[in-house]
């Protein structure tokens, strides 16, 4: 068990520290595994067959159609025409259309990188706000409140990025809890959508553009959609595909279908009908990427959970809150949870190396289990907004230059506190209606 938690423990901090490429890390990670012979090889290769693994590799391949297909722009640009009338409604035409891609696409990288960011950098151009003296006119505003809506998109669903279903795989193995799709959602959708209605007036208070009113915006969706013309027919299959697999996965408790065999069949259609070649499949070099880490991340960490480490840490550390009521142990390690991510480069290594033991940790203090482990689910998340590396989007809009990395930090701190309160006020009361606790 030592044996195993030390290269665990090397893996986590070659991921947050990267040397070389995430994927490689946990290559080598496996590898030691098997060389070492702390486990058979058999079972140090085991995570690549699980299906959730399968999920999110046909999810990325789901998410190149939808970019190849050109209906991501389409959605943007048929908000910003309904919203784009001001600035403050820009910045919901372009967080709604990342929520609703982000039901389907575990890829906040895919949809907000590359199908969000574009058509709001080309915006801010539009209205001569590029990197330096005139970022503040819209560009700055745009870019970082996007991005702080993007987390919120990322904490709404179980597609919402790719972690998320390592997330569920934790709170089944640790508190038997299953977050399936709906249920996720379900428990989401109040604080989530007051979240997303709340974040961008919150920084069009604290960081606003100069420019807002932005007329023209609307003019210029309406004309990109002229020139886009009528859906095509692999829009078309890409739009009936995408209601198919959502609809199915919000309804298994019905139909008992696998979660990975509904996004194998997805793809399968894709590739059948031609929106997809073989070509565009082997290609997509992230969703390989992404196969390699999760596959070893998920079978290092659901050994670790076996081997008695993390019942012995929750042991220890339960101590500490001994005689705690346990909505005081709750909140005070939901707060050192949400805030340990400024250590953090990406969601998958807080979660890997943070979820299980704190989910034993708040268990054993005597928080509901359901309540403890939808907590940490959505604050794994959440707590991307704190900096400029929190998540794989944070490189891409901080890196456009429009925003210092004060003013993300300062900005970001305050957006965290205006979630945790929402998601801690209007979700435990939603919840508690749901007979979650």
């Known amino acids: ?62 998410a190149r159609g939808v970019l190849k297909t050109g209906l991501g722009r389409r959605i943007a640009f048929l908000f910003i025409r309904a919203l784009g009338k001001s600035s403050l409604g820009l910045a919901y035409a372009l967080t709604s259309t990342d929520a609703l891609l982000a039901g389907f696409l575990p890829s906040n990288s895919a949809r907000c990188g590359g199908v969000v960011f574009p058509v709001a950098r080309s915006l801010a151009e539009a209205y001569e706000s590029t990197p330096g003296p005139t970022a503040r006119r819209l560009g700055a505003y745009l870019l970082f409140t996007i991005y702080q809506c993007d987390v919120i998109a990322c904490a709404t669903f179980l597609t919402g990025q790719a972690s998320n279903v390592i997330v569920a795989k934790f709170a089944k193995e640790a508190a038997g809890i299953d977050l399936s799709y709906a249920r996720w959602f379900l428990g989401a959708s109040v604080p989530a959508l007051l979240s997303l209605a709340f974040v961008p007036w919150l920084l069009f208070r604290l960081y606003p553009p100069t420019i807002t009113h932005t007329p023209d915006a609307t003019r210029l969706a309406s004309e990109e959609l002229a020139r886009i013309g009528p859906m095509r027919r692999d829009e078309r299959m890409m739009l009936v595909v995408f209601a198919l697999v959502s609809g199915l996965w919000m309804t298994t408790p019905l139909h008992h279908v696998d979660y990975a065999i509904v996004a194998l069949v997805g793809v399968s259609a894709l590739f059948l009908t031609g929106v997809l070649s073989w070509d565009d499949i082997t290609g997509e070099r992230a969703a390989w990427d992404v196969f390699l880490w999760y596959g070893g991340l998920v079978r290092m960490a659901e050994a670790i959970g076996r081997s008695g480490l993390t019942e012995r840490f929750a042991q220890a550390t339960a101590s500490v809150t001994t005689g705690w009521a346990w909505g005081a142990a709750l909140a005070v390690l939901l ?57 794989t989007t944070a490189p891409i809009y901080f890196g456009a230059n429009y925003v210092t990395q004060r003013d993300w930090w300062r900005l970001g701190l305050y957006v965290s506190f205006a979630t945790i309160t929402i998601w801690t006020l209007s979700g435990l009361a939603w919840w508690k209606l749901l007979g979650w606790w």
């Open 1 to 62: 068990s030592w044996h195993l938690f030390a290269i665990f423990v090397a893996t986590i901090v070659g991921s947050i520290v990267r040397p070389v490429p995430a994927g490689a890390v946990v290559f080598l990670g496996v590898t030691a595994i098997a060389i070492t012979k702390t486990m058979p090889a058999r079972e140090a290769l085991a995570g690549y067959a699980d299906p959730l693994v399968w999920l999110v590799l046909c999810a990325f391949f789901m």
């Open 335 to 391: 707060l050192v949870y949400f805030y340990a991510h400024y250590g953090f480069a990406s969601i998958t290594a807080h979660v890997t190396a943070m979820f299980t033991p704190f989910v034993a940790v708040l268990i054993a203090a005597g928080a509901p289990p359901l309540l403890a482990v939808v907590f940490l689910a959505y604050f794994s998340n959440l707590s991307a907004s704190l900096t400029h590396y929190g998540t």
